[in-house]
Every structure is written in C-alpha cells, then in structure tokens.
C-alpha cells in the first residue's frame, strides 16, 4: 500500500472519531482514551543465506496513542483507536563471534474494534473483552534505509522501504470511573499481522541481491494504561 493511501484512510478514521461524539446522543457516553504502554512483537525467525545462519527478532519497544469509543447499548460499544510505537528489526550473523545489526523501525497501529462489556454503564469498574480489525504500517527510519543501501541489509546492500499489513486483533481489559469527567483503562491485546519484509524479495531474484527469507504470522503483544476521558 502506498503512503498517500495509508494515509489518507488514516485520516479518514480520525476524522470518524471527532465526529462520533457530536454524532451521537448522550446516552451512547462517547469517551476518548489517551494510552502508553509496552510492545512485544513477537518474530524470531531463523534463516540460511549464503550458507551462512542468520536470526532476526524485534526489539521490544514503547507505544502511546488514543482510541475514541461510544457504547451502542448496554454491553456493545465500537470504537477506533491510533497508537505510535517503536520495534527496532535485529539481524543476527550466528558465527563466532555472533555479529549484530539494529534497523530503526517506527510502527503505526490504526484499528476499528467492537468491545463487549461485562457490567452496565451504571457501574465504576467495567470489564471487557474486544476484537478487531485495522492496518499496521512497519517504517524503517532515514538511518536504517542509508544503512541497508550503504552496507547490507541481511547479506547484501538492500533498498529497504515500509510495509503496511492487514492487523487482527483481539484482547481485554478493564473502564474504571472515577469523576463524572475522567476514568483510566487497562488493556492487554495481541496484535497480529504477516511478518514484514520490508520490501526485501522473500526468494533471490538473481545473483548478488540480497532477501530475506521470512515469512509466517507475527504477534505483538501489547500492554497499556490510558486516561479515560467522558466526553458529555
């Protein structure tokens, strides 16, 4: 997906969620949660290139963000949500002594989620369970593109560029009110998506070209804590 594209569904999602509160009556509660937390994104992956062994994983990272969310009656709400975070892509060379190489890598996070609650409005502490859908955009930084044209990527000079995949979702958590105005929320999610290759062919598409031959599903677990805040 091209950058004007992703953007411009991006901003067509945030747009959605400043209108949602005018949209809606005040029975629906329309309320936006800001949010920090920690990313582990899950992809170890093992590989031969050159007949050499390779591993690459994810460093784990921060992310804030926010989700808008209004209640559709008592127990069904639907909400969209942005975060922002960073999960720096980690080549290894397994030989003696192994070697290692960092790529800068920026994530964007949007997904539209529909959350059931356990408890009714009325209540001050209201669990939770969610699932959704989005898309995740995987950015290396200016540094790690000048690095992997300059030097080497995996095994070869390599013009790497950024990745936007289709994300699953699903997870839990926990709307606690403390004020007519304010409240905090604590989430625990698991974001799926394909591993990226950053635009690295996954098969040699001819000699002296580098791949990287990674494939499969990745999940990036996450954890956060937000401040809620009622909107009406």
């Known amino acids: ?16 969620l400043l209108v949602a ?17 920690g990313s582990f994104l899950k992809g170890e992956r093992t590989f031969v290139v050159g007949g050499d ?19 559709v009656d008592s127990h069904w709400a639907v909400e969209g949500s942005y975060s922002y975070g960073t999960n720096n892509l980690r080549i290894f060379e397994l030989r003696v002594p192994p070697r290692e190489r960092a790529f800068g890598t920026r994530v964007h996070q949007f997904a539209a ?12 502490m ?9 898309l995740t955009r995987y950015s290396p930084t200016d540094a790690a593109k000048t690095f992997a044209a300059t030097f080497e990527f995996v095994d070869e000079a390599a013009v790497i560029s950024s990745n936007t995949k289709l994300s699953l979702n699903f997870g839990a958590g926990v709307e606690a009110k403390v004020h007519d105005r304010f409240g905090v929320r604590f989430d625990l999610r698991d974001n799926m998506t394909r591993i990226p290759r950053f635009g690295v062919p996954e098969t040699p598409p001819g000699p002296a070209v580098d791949f990287f031959p990674v494939s499969g599903v990745v999940h990036d677990w996450e954890t956060s804590v937000g401040v809620v805040i009622y909107l009406r």
């Open 1 to 16: 997906m091209k950058t004007k594209s992703f953007w411009g569904i991006a901003c067509a999602l945030l747009v959605s």
């Open 113 to 124: 989620n529909a959350l059931y609650f356990l408890n009714k409005p009325e209540d001050k």
């Open 53 to 71: 062994q390779f591993r690459s994983n994810f460093a784990k990272g921060g992310k804030f963000g926010f989700r808008g969310t209004v209640d």
């Open 21 to 37: 509160p005018n949209a809606f009556g005040q029975d629906l509660n329309p309320r936006l949660t800001i949010f920090g937390g």
């Open 126 to 134: 209201r669990a939770f369970v969610t699932g959704g859908l989005g």
